[in-house]
Nanobody, 126 residues
Framework: QVQLVESVGGSVQAGGSLRLSCAAS????????SGWFRQAPGKEREGVAA???????TYADSVKGRFTISQDNAKNALYLQMNSLKPEDTAMYYC????????????????????WGQGTQVTVSS
């Protein structure tokens, strides 16, 4: 049984940083396509960052240069380092994984991921 469990998010002021983690079980993160998605109230869930088994990453334009996705194969965990946070980054953040093969241009497409965490809230105040 696959489980993805995100760490507790948090509240920060604009310009601050947060690091999210996602502990995986039942799936080997290093062999999966995995990513972080977010959903703000009244909006659709959107892809933020993704990483493939080769370690190649892709980011949404809105977070490029501010967010970094990484994985720790020994801990079977996924991370999202978020710097220079903005109020518009406020959302519920989810980690996700799939054992399918994704081309780089679709790695942020949420419908292609079939394993999801429960989500963690990130709030950025101005």
């Amino acid at each position: 049984q696959v489980q993805l469990v995100e760490s507790v998010g948090g509240s920060v002021q604009a310009g601050g940083s947060l690091r999210l983690s996602c502990a995986a079980s039942g799936v080997t993160i290093s062999r999966a396509y995995s990513g972080w998605f977010r959903q703000a109230p009244g909006k659709e869930r959107e892809g933020v960052a993704a990483i493939n088994p080769d370690g190649s990453t892709t980011y949404a334009d809105s977070v490029k240069g501010r967010f970094t996705i990484s994985q720790d194969n020994a801990k079977n965990a996924l991370y999202l380092q978020m710097n220079s946070l903005k109020p518009e980054d406020t959302a519920m953040y989810y980690c996700a994984a799939t054992l399918g093969s994704l081309s780089p241009r679709v790695m942020l497409r949420r419908t292609l991921y079939n394993y999801w965490g429960q989500g963690t809230q990130v709030t950025v105040s101005s």
